[in-house]
């Protein structure tokens, strides 16, 4: 497995599984069939209500520990909850995950920051990322963080490359894991004539494709199923590789243009709602 190198010097698997929108049954099952045919990152969230059978996938998978690397994200709502690192640590079943987010720049979001900068210390979180940040957010944080953040986790794909961010992230070394790297299925994306063409050169499909264009943009990717043979296929895009041209031709799709837009109302509800965690 490709991997990239993060400003700690951890690496980070360049493909994982993703399980946003995805029930508890749906994410074990994608959980443990995706580690149990090769990969090694796995992505969930306290607000997916998930972490338990994510956690139970990959017991059930039966790839060790340390060989996993484990993303999750703690919610608005536990930014001020002093236990917060421990009781998801608790709903997955691990004593130490590989990379903790901030999920929104909602709440008390720098308290939510302290808790990632103090679970780094303790080994509780080998990495920390925020997610969702941008703009007057980023800004603030820059001034007040003490750990600078291994990851970002942001929308990206081919319409949106991010590429005013990335100035910011290449200065300090901040690695993009890309969400909704295929559009969040949309069809438009993976039915741009480019990605056939390319996959019929290189014998693959336009998802593979596009995420394949992911990894050579530098990013680490996190594609969500809930069907084998689509995770099977979005792990199997390292043995070929796109030229430059082939990138430069790629980046004619660039439209600046987002598939989700978060307005500021948004941001205050996801700051006043707190998931129902699974139980057992
Ligand atoms: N930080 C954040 O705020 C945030 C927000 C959104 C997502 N995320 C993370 O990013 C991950 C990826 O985003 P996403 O799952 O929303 O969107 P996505 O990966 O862009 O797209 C997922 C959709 O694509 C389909 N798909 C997957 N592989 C395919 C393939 N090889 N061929 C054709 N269709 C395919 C899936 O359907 P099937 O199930 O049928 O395969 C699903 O409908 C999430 O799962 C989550 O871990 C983070």
Redesign the pocket.
């Known amino acids: 497995m490709e991997t990239i190198k993060l400003n700690n010097n951890l690496q980070c698997p360049v493909v994982g599984?993703?399980?946003?929108?995805?029930s508890p049954e749906e994410a074990e099952n994608s959980v443990r069939e995706a580690l149990k045919m090769g990969y090694s990152l796995v992505?969930?969230?306290n607000a997916?209500v998930n972490e338990r059978a994510c956690g139970r996938g990959m017991r059930d998978s039966g790839v060790k520990r340390e060989n996993i690397f484990l993303s999750t994200?703690l919610w608005p709502s536990e930014y001020e909850n002093e236990n917060a690192v421990d009781e998801t640590l608790e709903r997955l079943g691990v004593d130490y995950v590989d990379l903790l987010?901030i999920?929104?720049p909602a709440g008390n979001w720098l308290a939510g920051y302290r808790q990632l900068e103090k679970a780094y210390k303790a080994g509780k979180a080998k990495s920390i990322g925020i997610?969702?940040f941008e703009g007057k957010y980023l800004d603030e944080l820059m001034t007040q963080w003490e750990i600078v953040p291994q990851f970002i986790?942001?929308?990206a794909?081919p319409y949106f490359t991010q590429k005013e961010l990335r100035k910011t992230l290449n200065k300090y070394d901040i690695k993009l894991m890309?969400?909704?790297?295929?559009?969040?299925?949309?069809t438009s994306l993976?039915n741009e004539p480019v990605f056939a063409e390319l996959g019929g050169k290189y014998g693959k499909?336009?998802?593979?494709v596009i995420?394949r264009w992911h990894t050579q943009m530098g990013f680490a990717v996190?594609?969500?199923?809930?069907?084998v043979?689509?995770?099977k296929?979005?792990l199997d895009i390292l043995d070929f590789k796109l030229t430059d041209d082939e990138m430069a031709s790629i980046a004619t799709l660039d439209k600046d243009e987002r598939y989700?837009h978060r307005t500021d109302e948004q941001l205050a509800g996801f700051a006043a709602w707190r998931p129902d965690f699974e139980r057992a």
């Open positions: 599984i993703g399980t946003f929108m995805l992505d969930t969230a997916y994200k987010y999920h929104q997610s969702n986790q942001m929308e794909h890309s969400w909704y790297p295929l559009g969040h299925g949309d993976m499909t336009p998802a593979q995420l996190i594609p969500g199923s809930k069907n043979d689509h995770i296929d979005n989700y």
